[in-house]
């Protein structure tokens, strides 16, 4: 995958030579196959070489999304020259981004487990209603949905009366 995005032998081998190299080209690939631009993916090889260079990957287990944002701090911190030094900001989401997206592919990132939203059984009641009884298209029944669950997390926050 690296020969077909890098021309220069210096620039494939850091690429070739980077820890996860595997790792690496088959997500490449996988991104390639759903018609990423070739600028677009030699952007993100950049960055997986990057990640795979300042994560500290264990021998087998996951990794959890405090251990992505303390690399991308590391990372951004030894950035001191051009862009970085007047937006952090943007580097450090992107790397948190693709680094989050690349373990998720791998099967090694450790999610939080998401705490049930308030409210979920009466609004899956709520779509079936509107899918059964009412004929509304999934679009629809997806916008009201959303509607409904953003006043239950606000009403879940509220003092009962």
């Given at each position: ?20 190299v ?11 196959a759903?018609?990423?631009a070739?600028?677009?993916l ?18 087998d ?5 405090t ?7 590391r990372?951004v ?20 981004r ?22 979920t ?10 899918r ?8 629809t ?21």
């Open positions: 995958m690296f020969e077909q995005l890098f021309t220069y032998r210096s620039v494939l081998a850091r690429h070739r030579e980077a820890p996860l595997e790792e690496r080209e088959r997500y490449l690939a996988t991104r390639a759903v018609g990423l070739p600028a677009t030699r952007n993100l090889a950049q960055a997986l070489r990057i990640i795979a260079h300042t994560l500290a990957f264990p021998a287990g996951p990794l959890d999304t251990a992505i944002t303390m690399a991308a701090e990372w911190q030894s950035q001191l020259h051009g862009q970085h030094e007047q937006d952090r900001q943007g580097p450090r989401r992107r790397f948190i693709v680094a989050t997206e690349w373990l998720r592919f791998l099967g090694r990132l450790e999610e939080p487990e998401e705490a049930a939203a308030p409210f059984v009466l609004i899956e009641a709520f779509a079936t209603c509107l059964h009884e009412r004929g509304l298209s999934s679009k029944i997806s916008q009201y949905t959303w509607f409904v669950h953003q006043f239950g997390q606000w009403f879940s926050t509220q003092e009962p009366s």
